[in-house]
């Protein structure tokens, strides 16, 4: 069972990072945010005809495992569906940190 784990883990890539939105003000001022985790919401990865979700947790955080490939990224929300970067590329049996900026449109 473990050479099975480990064999499937070389034919997936992982992807993990965090989700912030911003700006949350439409003028940033020293000491206060003027980002902040984007919690609860669903990162959309898309290849091929076929899309894989996750949630982030509280704190914008994200993990999952796909197929190696390039992917097209979308989240849940109502603004910023396009979060930056939009596209990723994952590799088989490496783990990849991307960052996600979703753009609230407050300026």
């Known amino acids: 069972m473990a050479a099975l784990a480990s064999a499937l883990a070389l034919l997936l890539g992982t992807l993990h990072g965090q ?45 999952l495992r796909l197929q190696p490939g390039a992917y097209t990224v979308r989240t849940n929300q109502r603004f910023g569906t396009r979060p930056q970067p939009g596209r990723v590329s994952v590799v088989a049996g490496h783990a990849r940190r991307v960052n996600f900026l979703i753009d609230t449109g407050i300026r």
């Open 19 to 63: 989700v912030m939105r911003g700006p949350i003000a439409p003028i940033c001022r020293d000491g206060q945010p003027c980002y902040e985790p984007a919690a609860g919401v669903r990162l959309s990865f898309s290849r091929a005809g076929k899309t894989t979700n996750v949630m982030t947790d509280a704190k914008g955080f994200y993990r």
